[in-house]
């Protein structure tokens, strides 16, 4: 059976855009891959969670998870900082990653331009491309290193897919790059090159609602697995329309595209045509548009609602859980770390 391996970070609760993008596909395939699913926590260090928040989140994502379906009896499901074997291959594979590559990862240059935005408190456009000046600016060493981590992630369980949204492509051809020098530079096959998982219909990007860009936790505009029908609702109607179309056939503006693109992911294909034809004749209303958007997401959220909760409140279910998932885990973990570790040379005196 070929290996999957996947993870979310625990800054919050999960959107659409985790569930179609990631969680949705975990659940999909859990009984054809032998797959592994974890909580990146170690990578929600790079914003500084407060350590009261800490395991919280963690535990919310494990909830979560677990509500969407994901079943611990066929897949493994882990907290990434239970795994101390990720730590120590992250530092191998630092010792081969280059800084030059790290600088142009284009989350890195994003989270970079952000940070001396808001220190030089001007908006985001008015700070140049090849602004080299990082004065009044932490970046942390973290941040730099962050798809090494996540190449230690996905490597040491030497994992055949990984099934990530688009945003993520990029750190996905990092591990590749890593396996691959790694292997030419210690002449052994230690590490599988992974691909990505898309179900043969492309990487998908879940929009916001609010005009353009990504639904994301930090573009503040999520609609949440844990939102009630009220508040799905209300953020729904909030979206962002223009006037109407004045001519038939006319091309759509990203807001209205973005509202189609969601109601692809959750309707049924005669109710995404039904208003496709009325944008097509002029005669969309957005109210209704918005109103059946909101009941089809909630049909796909609210039965996974309903289960987060008793999940998360149930200890003992969710220490077994990540326990014996801990173990699976560093089981898989430590044989490709020696392999690793005997081809640079490490030998036990
Ligand atoms: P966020 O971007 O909200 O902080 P994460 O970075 O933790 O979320 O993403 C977890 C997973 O969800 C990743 O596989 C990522 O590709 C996917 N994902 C996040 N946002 C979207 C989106 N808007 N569309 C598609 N996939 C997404
Ligand atoms: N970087 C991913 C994200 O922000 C989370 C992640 C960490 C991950 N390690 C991974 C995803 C390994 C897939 C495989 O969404």
């Given at each position: 059976m070929q290996t999957v391996l996947s993870g979310i970070r625990s800054t919050g609760h999960l959107h659409l855009g985790n569930y179609f993008g990631a969680l949705r596909n975990f659940v999909r395939i859990q009984d054809d891959y032998n797959c592994y699913y974890f909580i990146a926590d170690l990578h929600s260090l790079t914003t500084h969670p407060h350590p009261d928040d800490f395991h919280a989140n963690v535990r919310t994502i494990l909830a979560e998870y677990l509500a969407a379906g994901l079943d611990p009896e066929k897949v493994t499901i882990f907290v990434q900082s239970d795994v101390p074997e990720v730590s120590e291959l992250y530092v191998l594979?630092?010792?081969?990653?280059?800084?030059?590559?790290?600088?142009?990862?284009?989350?890195?240059?994003?989270?970079?331009?952000?940070?001396?935005?808001?220190?030089?408190?001007?908006?985001?456009?008015?700070?140049?491309?090849?602004?080299?000046?990082?004065?009044?600016?932490?970046?942390?060493?973290?941040?730099?290193?962050?798809?090494?981590?996540?190449?230690?992630?996905?490597?040491?369980?030497?994992?055949?897919?990984?099934?990530?949204?688009?945003?993520?492509?990029?750190?996905?051809?990092?591990?590749?790059?890593?396996?691959?020098?790694?292997?030419?530079?210690?002449g052994e096959e230690v590490f599988t090159e992974p691909r990505a998982f898309n179900f043969g219909s492309g990487l998908i990007k879940v929009p916001g609602l609010d005009g353009s860009g990504k639904m994301g936790k930090s573009e503040g505009n999520g609609i949440y697995l844990y939102d009630d029908e009220k508040t799905i609702t209300k953020k729904v109607m909030k979206a962002l329309t223009d006037s109407g179309p004045v001519e038939p056939n006319s091309p759509m503006p990203e807001c209205i595209e973005n509202l189609f693109t969601l109601m692809a992911l959750v309707s049924e294909p005669s109710t995404v045509e039904y208003f496709k034809e009325k944008w097509n004749d002029c005669s969309i209303r957005y109210g209704d548009l918005k109103k059946q958007l909101a009941a089809d997401i909630c049909k796909v959220t609210l039965p996974i609602r309903e289960r987060i909760d008793a999940i998360y409140n149930d200890d003992a279910y969710l220490h077994k859980v990540v326990s014996e998932g801990r173990d699976k885990a560093r089981t898989s973990a430590s044989a490709t770390l020696a392999l690793a570790r005997k081809a640079m040379g490490f030998k036990v005196f």
């Open positions: 594979l630092n010792m081969i990653s280059y800084k030059g590559e790290l600088e142009r990862t284009t989350t890195f240059k994003d989270k970079v331009r952000l940070a001396k935005a808001k220190a030089r408190n001007v908006r985001l456009e008015d700070v140049a491309e090849d602004d080299h000046n990082d004065e009044g600016i932490n970046i942390s060493a973290g941040l730099l290193t962050y798809p090494v981590l996540m190449a230690a992630d996905i490597l040491i369980h030497r994992a055949d897919f990984v099934p990530v949204g688009k945003d993520q492509e990029q750190h996905l051809e990092y591990a590749r790059v890593l396996a691959r020098r790694f292997n030419n530079m210690y």
